[in-house]
């Protein structure tokens, strides 16, 4: 017969075997579901309409399990970017407009500024989007934070005199059937790539972005783009022109932008460009795969300080990319793409041709007899117009770039 204290201990085991036994939740929730319900439903609900969209988003997305860019971007939260399988078969990224936190400081600031004005009535309140009884006073709030013409990261809309009709334009433009105008405006405020996507589907332009797969809560999944271009930079020179001449379509397409909307990037590098060759290794697809920093242009506004096109001059700059926000915001349009994209092929941002996506061996180059060794030559020639042209002496670098292009299908027929 087992003794007092033999009892004790087992009844003691079996507390704490049941005390510490890993858990699930009641309802079997993934990790995906919970953050997605955790977003809808106390971070946001003033954004949802309707029932929750939160339901199976675990069998949507898959992780790519042992990945080490996972591993890596969880390490240092690069992008809050995750790759896996869409629906079990599509490579896909997954991404997050809520990136450290965002839209948890937007809301605390909110609730700062209304304790600030309204204490101390509202000083014991719980902060939420509808802290003043509805939501309309943080939509104002976002507004005015978005419209902020001393911000200098994420989404900027310009003209900066005016822009408030501009952004109004901007989010009529896209259609969404399960979010409210506050998720739009929280969208742009953090991470604008989403309604990027969204505007160029809806509005069936070719744009070079990801393919939008599916959204959920403040989370969104996106096609698998391909390899950055980082990857490319010491492949054969043939393939690089292709994938060159894929860059400067793609510099015409974002000037070009969507219902009037000219769209100039200020962090265009080689991480940020995703590349696709075709088993052929001649159709190229090519898709800038962060599109969080972007100057907005409203080419149809009528607020601008001048009607002529703005015509960036190279700042020096060592290891940065560096252009003036208001001279490009006071201009209908802005040649700052075609600079970055010549830039890119020509050098890197501390000068270096060596380090240019179209670098070459003159050596190698001397000794070709092939058509190809003048045709680089006068590239390089066109390259170093584009980039270190200073106006007004400069001619219009979309006038060189059809120039480059014409040399790069010389060299590629």
């Not at 400081?105 to 719980?126: G, Y």
């Not at 259609?175 to 969204?198: G, I, P, Q, Y």
Request: aromatic share 8%; glycine share 4%.
């Amino acid at each position: 017969m087992p003794s007092k204290v033999s009892v004790y201990y087992a009844f003691l085991f079996m507390i704490i075997m049941l005390r510490y036994q890993p858990r699930e939740s009641s309802e079997g929730k993934g990790p995906l579901e919970s953050t997605c319900e955790y977003e809808t439903r106390q971070l946001c609900p003033e954004c949802f309409y309707g029932q929750s969209v939160c339901r199976h988003a675990d069998q949507l997305f898959e992780e790519q399990h042992g990945s080490w860019f996972n591993k890596i971007n969880n390490l240092m939260h690069a992008h809050s970017t995750t790759l896996g399988t869409f629906r079990g078969t599509e490579r896909a990224v997954m991404k997050t407009l809520n990136r450290h936190k965002a839209v948890e400081s937007l809301q605390r600031a909110f609730c700062d500024m209304v304790q600030r004005r309204n204490s101390p009535e509202t000083s014991s309140a719980v902060c939420s989007w509808s802290l003043t009884g509805n939501s309309k006073d943080s939509e104002i709030f976002l507004k005015k934070d978005i419209l902020d013409v001393d911000r200098i990261e994420g989404c900027l809309f310009c003209p900066a005199s005016g822009n408030r009709a501009s952004l109004h334009r901007f989010l009529h433009s896209i259609d969404v059937d399960r979010t409210t105008e506050l998720w739009k405006l929280l969208a742009v405020r953090s991470n604008v790539e989403l309604l990027l996507l969204m505007l160029a589907s809806q509005h069936n332009v070719s744009m070079p972005f990801p393919r939008l797969l599916h959204y959920f809560g403040f989370s969104f999944i996106e096609c698998y783009a391909g390899e950055p271009l980082s990857s490319f930079y010491h492949s054969p020179l043939h393939l690089r022109m292709l994938i060159a001449r894929e860059l400067i379509k793609a510099a015409f397409a974002i000037t070009e932008g969507i219902e009037g909307f000219r769209f100039i990037l200020t962090d265009l590098s080689p991480d940020n460009i995703a590349v696709s060759i075709g088993e052929d290794h001649k159709a190229i697809t090519l898709s800038i795969v962060d599109l969080n920093n972007v100057i907005v242009i409203d080419s149809l506004a009528t607020t601008f300080e001048t009607d002529r096109n703005h015509v960036h001059s190279k700042i020096e700059c060592d290891g940065c990319f560096a252009y003036s926000q208001n001279d490009i915001c006071s201009h209908r349009t802005s040649d700052l793409n075609y600079f970055a994209i010549c830039q890119l092929l020509l050098e890197d941002l501390n000068g270096n041709a060596a380090a240019g996506f179209l670098h070459y061996d003159q050596r190698i180059l001397r000794n070709d007899s092939h058509k190809n060794a003048s045709q680089v030559g006068l590239l390089h020639n066109f390259l170093r117009e584009c980039v270190h042209c200073q106006p007004p002496h400069c001619r219009d670098r979309s006038v060189i770039l059809v120039d480059i292009l014409n040399v790069l299908n010389h060299c590629l027929s």
